[in-house]
């Protein structure tokens, strides 16, 4: 079997209560005609997939082609959910296929399916129906699950942008699984404690772009809030390159960071402090961070900020306002704040590139570009397996 490398992202799958359940891994759409491609294109995908690293110890869901499920490669079973089309017609001999794959441990999905586009019979074998919001339409969904042919499958409503189309899924009983995009929209957030953490992220900057700034007056911020002083020290003590030192006060915490990366280390605090939002929201936001530095330094050694501007970039998530409102408060460098909102310059490129591979929009990378500059799509991978193993170590 020709070895090749393949481009993957993953999405999270929420629950009813904003835990994470599954990953859904995105790769590129296989264009190629003959079988073997298609199968030898999967069978790297899982075979080169760290699973435990990916989907935390989770399920991974993965769309494949109905020439794929007909012959499908060897793998272990456990962890994996394949999704299909269902063919017009639906042809009887796919559905003993089906009835075998299931007795041999397959667990399988359908992707839009309706009780006209699908036999009953095969409903026995399958485990999960997911329906794209974006292509069947809210309305029709909800219409579609008054019927009893999805009574014993697990509903999953898929490509949810808008946190309100969240909303009105979440009404439906029958739908317990939910992603898209709609936790990191930009919503509206009440409370306290929200308005106190950017206000302290406003005076924090502010403070570390004066030229005699000093540990002891930054750590003074910090105590204003006893979770985002807890935090600090916690986050601090669970990095592995800190591990070594003892870290009892929020002021230790910041002379074993050091003034360099102080603007890193109080971010990610103030992310894992903020509450009411899925608990998958941090770990994307670190993840992207770590991406864009990662990313960063194989194309523009000379920029320290990337993972900023990576962090930065979920502010709206975090706060419900717009990237431009934030930062019409927050005392930023000029060339982050044109890289955040216009994607200008070398950390506005990276940024870019990042949200596109993390979407699947593989078609819009610059691949040949990048693998001149020395970031094949092997590298590229690896550097993002490697930012969710960084990202998962800072969490708790």
Same mark, same amino acid.
């Given at each position: 079997?020709?070895? &090749?490398?393949?481009?993957?992202?993953?999405?999270? !799958?929420?629950?009813?209560?904003?835990? !994470?359940?599954a990953y859904s891994i995105l790769y590129p759409d296989n264009k190629l005609s003959d079988l073997e491609s298609s199968n030898n294109l999967l069978h790297a995908l899982i075979t080169d997939l760290d699973l435990d690293i990916v989907t935390n110890n989770t399920k991974a869901f993965i769309d494949i082609s109905i020439d794929v499920l007909l012959k499908p490669p060897a793998f272990s079973l456990d962890n994996y959910v394949l999704f299909f089309r269902a063919p017009s017609p639906f042809p009887d001999s796919l559905i003993e296929h089906i009835a075998l794959?299931?007795?041999d441990g397959y667990k399988l999905g359908l992707i839009n399916a309706t009780p006209d586009s699908v036999p009953l019979a095969i409903m026995h074998y399958i485990s999960y129906v997911k329906f794209n919001l974006k292509e069947m339409g809210?309305?029709?969904t909800i219409k579609l699950l008054d019927d009893s042919f999805y009574k014993d499958v697990c509903l999953l409503a898929n490509q949810i942008n808008l946190s309100q189309h969240n909303d009105a899924? &979440? &009404?439906i009983p029958k739908i317990t699984l939910f992603s898209g995009n709609f936790h990191t929209a930009k919503e509206d957030i009440h409370g306290k404690k929200t308005h106190l953490y950017k206000a302290l992220v406003i005076e924090f900057l502010a403070k570390v772009n004066e030229a005699n700034s000093n540990i002891t007056e930054l750590a003074a911020i910090i105590e204003k809030d006893a979770t985002l002083a807890y935090k600090i020290i916690k986050l601090t003590k669970r990095a592995p390159s800190y591990q070594n030192f003892q870290v009892s006060s929020v002021q230790r915490a910041l002379e074993v960071i050091g003034l360099r990366d102080v603007m890193k280390w109080f971010s990610m605090a103030v992310f894992n402090a903020i509450n009411g939002k899925p608990d998958c929201l941090c770990q994307m936001a670190l993840t992207r961070a770590m991406f864009c530095q990662q990313v960063a330094k194989k194309l523009y050694p000379g920029e320290a900020h990337a993972f900023i501007v990576g962090l930065f970039s979920y502010l709206p998530s975090f706060f419900g306002e717009s990237i431009e409102q934030l930062l019409n408060e927050i005392p930023l460098d000029k060339n982050l704040s044109l890289a955040l909102t216009q994607f200008k310059g070398p950390l506005g490129n990276t940024l870019k590139m990042v949200q596109q591979y993390e979407r699947g929009q593989w078609e819009s990378l610059p691949l040949e570009a990048l693998t001149q500059a020395g970031l094949d799509k092997a590298e590229m991978k690896s550097l993002y397996i490697e930012s969710i193993k960084q990202a998962k170590e800072l969490q708790f």
């Amino acid at each position: 079997m020709q070895e &090749q490398s393949v481009l993957l992202a993953r999405q999270a !799958i929420l629950n009813r209560k904003g835990h !994470i359940e599954a990953y859904s891994i995105l790769y590129p759409d296989n264009k190629l005609s003959d079988l073997e491609s298609s199968n030898n294109l999967l069978h790297a995908l899982i075979t080169d997939l760290d699973l435990d690293i990916v989907t935390n110890n989770t399920k991974a869901f993965i769309d494949i082609s109905i020439d794929v499920l007909l012959k499908p490669p060897a793998f272990s079973l456990d962890n994996y959910v394949l999704f299909f089309r269902a063919p017009s017609p639906f042809p009887d001999s796919l559905i003993e296929h089906i009835a075998l794959l299931h007795e041999d441990g397959y667990k399988l999905g359908l992707i839009n399916a309706t009780p006209d586009s699908v036999p009953l019979a095969i409903m026995h074998y399958i485990s999960y129906v997911k329906f794209n919001l974006k292509e069947m339409g809210l309305r029709n969904t909800i219409k579609l699950l008054d019927d009893s042919f999805y009574k014993d499958v697990c509903l999953l409503a898929n490509q949810i942008n808008l946190s309100q189309h969240n909303d009105a899924a &979440q &009404q439906i009983p029958k739908i317990t699984l939910f992603s898209g995009n709609f936790h990191t929209a930009k919503e509206d957030i009440h409370g306290k404690k929200t308005h106190l953490y950017k206000a302290l992220v406003i005076e924090f900057l502010a403070k570390v772009n004066e030229a005699n700034s000093n540990i002891t007056e930054l750590a003074a911020i910090i105590e204003k809030d006893a979770t985002l002083a807890y935090k600090i020290i916690k986050l601090t003590k669970r990095a592995p390159s800190y591990q070594n030192f003892q870290v009892s006060s929020v002021q230790r915490a910041l002379e074993v960071i050091g003034l360099r990366d102080v603007m890193k280390w109080f971010s990610m605090a103030v992310f894992n402090a903020i509450n009411g939002k899925p608990d998958c929201l941090c770990q994307m936001a670190l993840t992207r961070a770590m991406f864009c530095q990662q990313v960063a330094k194989k194309l523009y050694p000379g920029e320290a900020h990337a993972f900023i501007v990576g962090l930065f970039s979920y502010l709206p998530s975090f706060f419900g306002e717009s990237i431009e409102q934030l930062l019409n408060e927050i005392p930023l460098d000029k060339n982050l704040s044109l890289a955040l909102t216009q994607f200008k310059g070398p950390l506005g490129n990276t940024l870019k590139m990042v949200q596109q591979y993390e979407r699947g929009q593989w078609e819009s990378l610059p691949l040949e570009a990048l693998t001149q500059a020395g970031l094949d799509k092997a590298e590229m991978k690896s550097l993002y397996i490697e930012s969710i193993k960084q990202a998962k170590e800072l969490q708790f």
